[in-house]
């Protein structure tokens, strides 16, 4: 939501957006592994461009 990870995402998988932001919410409190992720995300995002 932020950085447009989601939507990015999203559109990649063919995925709802709400889905990845839950799962996004889920792998921080279970695992916290979410925020890494997510910045890893980004930066492929970025340089995928």
Do not use: C, P, Q, T
Not at 11 to 31: C, E, H, M, Q, T
């Amino acid at each position: 939501m932020i950085l447009g990870v989601s939507e990015w995402l999203s559109d990649k998988l063919g995925w709802s957006v709400s889905f990845i932001r839950i799962a996004f919410v889920v792998s921080v409190l279970l695992f916290g592994v979410g925020i890494g992720l997510y910045l890893i995300l980004w930066l492929v995002k970025l340089l995928s461009k």
